[in-house]
């Protein structure tokens, strides 16, 4: 809910700068900055739920090398880094091949081997195991 939820939406919506007329409210560029050794457009985005992050377009290609996000939690306040690269074309679409996110001194590398778009997904795949959904009644 609230911040989390605006901010996980912001992770997993690599296309929202695409539709920008309709998914930030404020839209600022801000300046240039280096994101690992090359330039970047620092460009800050308000969303229409007010959680507010940046994001790093490679000046060259065009394309986002960083987004930065708030991050509140019981530890305190901080700021998670995410970082793209080994951009490949998927169905006329660029998609980052690597995702490095730093949070807290915490860094986990996420590599793609491959991807595919409107895929058939068998419906069985979503079936929770027995155990879980126990546990689901359990706390519900």
Not at 17 to 29: H, L, R, V, Y
Not at 61 to 78: D, F, Q, R, T
Not at 98 to 123: C, F, W
Request: aromatic letters at 10%; proline letters at 4%; glycine letters at 4%.
């Amino acid at each position: 809910e609230g911040r989390d939820r605006s901010r996980l939406l912001c992770v997993s919506s690599l296309n929202l700068p695409a539709q920008w007329k309709t998914a930030f409210k404020k839209i600022d560029c801000t300046g240039i900055d280096t994101v690992e050794g090359k330039q970047a457009y620092k460009v800050e985005v308000t969303n229409l739920e007010d959680y507010s992050f940046s994001y790093y377009f490679d000046k060259e290609s065009s394309l986002i090398v960083k987004i930065e996000l708030p991050v509140e939690s019981l530890a305190g306040n901080s700021i998670q880094e995410i970082f793209l690269g080994n951009y490949k074309m998927v169905d006329g679409i660029q998609f980052p091949y690597a995702q490095k996110r730093i949070e807290q001194g915490r860094e986990m590398i996420l590599t793609y081997l491959s991807v595919k778009h409107n895929v058939d997904i068998p419906e069985k795949t979503f079936i929770l195991p027995d155990r879980i959904q126990k546990i689901i009644i359990l706390v519900n």
